[in-house]
């Protein structure tokens, strides 16, 4: 009798011990499915729909080798572009431009999510259903709280939304039209004013 339930714990042991192995390698693969296909998202291209919870903004964001371009179309034309330590904001409307630090904005999280080949290595991947989230939580440069979702769909493997939440200000990114392999102009993430290079 103590061999039989000795040989049924054994046998529960192996059993949960596997299921939490085989959990544990898919989702470290899964999260490292997620990191190469970010790192691989050059000469790309893909439409957004931004929200605040109470604004809604359109545009497209460009991903170079090493900078990203954010033009947004509606509700008002604006042209942001961001490389590791230096951006440029230019308003169409108004023809003013401004240079600044993207640490010391808001604006950070796009170059290192697209850009920063490190700085989900400690976040963490969920998968629900045929979709995966990575995770990333934080203090940012200015002392701030941020949580970073990344939302891919899992087969195939599609970026379809970004999540920022710093402090209490929510900001949530739908992304769709993707284009792979695009070709940019020479001048097309140069941080001058787009006024200078016509």
Request: net charge negative.
């Amino acid at each position: 009798m103590f061999l039989k339930n000795e040989k049924y714990l054994l046998l529960i042991l192996v059993i949960v011990f596997y299921f939490f192995t085989f959990k544990a390698y898919s989702s470290s693969e899964d999260k490292e499915g997620v990191l190469n296909y970010l790192s691989s998202l050059s000469d790309f291209s893909a439409s957004f729909l931004q929200s605040d919870g109470e604004n809604l903004s359109e545009g497209v964001v460009y991903i170079g080798k090493k900078r990203v371009r954010a033009e947004y179309f509606l509700p008002t034309k604006i042209l942001i572009i961001l490389a590791e330590d230096k951006a440029m904001y230019y308003d169409y409307v108004l023809e003013e431009d401004e240079f600044f630090n993207p640490k010391n904005t808001n604006a950070w999280f796009f170059y290192d999510i697209f850009r920063n080949p490190y700085f989900f290595e400690d976040g963490k991947i969920e998968v629900k259903n045929n979709e995966l989230i990575l995770e990333k939580k934080g203090i940012d440069n200015e002392e701030k709280n941020f949580v970073i979702r990344v939302l891919f769909e899992k087969k195939p493997l599609v970026l379809r939304g970004i999540e920022v939440i710093i402090n209490d200000d929510i900001l949530k990114l739908s992304i769709y039209n993707h284009s792979y392999n695009k070709v940019f102009d020479n001048n097309f993430f140069k941080l001058i004013n787009p006024n200078f290079l016509n």
